[in-house]
């Protein structure tokens, strides 16, 4: 194929059709009208003979050798743009597209609505589109350009993936205010108590119940959930136990009066990172949201850039009867934090 006789316009239109898979939103991402781009497919798919996109039941899904071509127009396209990114001024003011964010629903807890008011703010023509990571996990998504980035266990990354550390937490223990006491449960009544456990994609046997293993015992699972966001709910209306983040059962303790107890095994902190793939590095539009992402983060939980979140240390006095106003607890706790390191919640807790 004689390069010079292609319009390269149409790669484009191809890497825009890859990201949003939707003929609409690829249009209103390069300025195109709707007609011009379902055009420029047409013109594609007689260039490169192939179908391309074909309509699925979630969109458009890429044909094999759209999926073949992904990654090199986009790194092509990505070169010419760092190429000329440094004579441009990027406003996020003008930043007219959609973006992909998937999260853990922990990370959602935490930071959603911070991260949607400051969007909002600051770039006004954005479209926000948060999505759950597939059962294989969220770099496949990254690699497919099914989302920009995401917020969660960074885990072992391929050297084309990027991470970087947001905040640490770990897992804590919650229970009916009064049921255990200030000093927490005894491992015999923590096994003995009926347990809320998370399990997301029905996975099983998380760092809790291997600990306990270990010991030769278990524990009674009265209720599985796939997500942390609901369990402090059925623990306060069915008087179970759950062990979950810190930072869910600090935001919902006072609420559904709840103790917040340190488990009586050993559990290791986790951390929550900001991933990406490494073609997006020198994007100015994707180089800015990493930055109001971390920014957010930095406001949300008032850390810095290294170290761990000493929750445990104003466990004690969440755990009191007569618990101190929730003004003067959040006071103990961002007087203690520290700056922190990057999610890995278990399996199941």
């Not at 239109?13 to 709707?34: H, K, P, W, Y």
């Not at 347990?195 to 291997?210: C, F, I, N």
């Not at 136990?241 to 050993?266: G, H, N, Q, S, W």
């Amino acid at each position: 194929m004689n390069i010079s006789s292609v319009d390269l316009n149409l790669l484009v239109a191809f890497d825009a059709l890859m990201s949003e898979r939707n003929v609409t939103r690829a249009a209103r991402r390069i300025g195109l009208s709707q007609p011009a781009m379902s055009n420029a497919l047409s013109r594609l798919r007689a260039l490169l003979d192939d179908e391309l996109f074909v309509r699925s039941g979630r969109g458009m899904e890429p044909t094999a050798r759209a999926q073949s071509l992904a990654m090199p127009v986009s790194e092509a396209l990505r070169r010419i743009e760092e190429a000329i990114a440094p004579a441009l001024t990027f406003d996020p003011c003008n930043l007219d597209r959609s973006v992909r964010i998937a999260m853990t629903d922990n990370s959602m807890a935490v930071l959603l609505e911070a991260l949607i008011l400051r969007f909002r703010n600051a770039a006004p023509k954005l479209d926000l589109h948060i999505k759950n990571s597939r059962a294989a996990g969220m770099t496949p998504m990254l690699d497919d350009g099914e989302i920009d980035m995401a917020i969660g266990v960074a885990g072992e990354l391929e050297a084309r993936h990027r991470a970087m550390p947001l905040y640490s937490d770990r897992l804590v223990g919650i229970a009916r205010r009064g049921r255990f006491g200030p000093q927490g449960p005894t491992l015999e009544q923590f096994v003995a108590a009926e347990h809320v456990v998370v399990t997301p994609r029905h996975a099983t046997g998380g760092s809790l119940d291997r600990e306990l293993a270990n010991r030769g015992l278990s524990r009674r699972v009265f209720l599985t959930l796939p997500q942390f966001i609901m369990a402090p709910y059925a623990v306060a209306k069915a008087d179970l136990v759950a062990c979950l983040p810190a930072r869910i059962a600090l935001a919902k303790a006072e609420m559904l009066d709840l103790e917040i107890f340190e488990p009586p095994v050993a559990l290791d902190d986790f951390t929550v990172s900001l991933i990406w793939h490494g073609r997006d590095d020198a994007e100015p539009a994707h180089r800015w949201l990493r930055e109001t992402v971390a920014d957010v983060v930095r406001e949300v939980t008032d850390l810095g850039d290294a170290g761990h979140w000493p929750v445990c240390q104003t466990l004690a006095g969440m755990c009191r009867p007569n618990p101190a106003p929730a003004g003067e607890v959040a006071a103990e706790v961002a007087a203690q934090e520290q700056p922190a390191e990057a999610e890995r919640v278990p399996a199941s807790a």
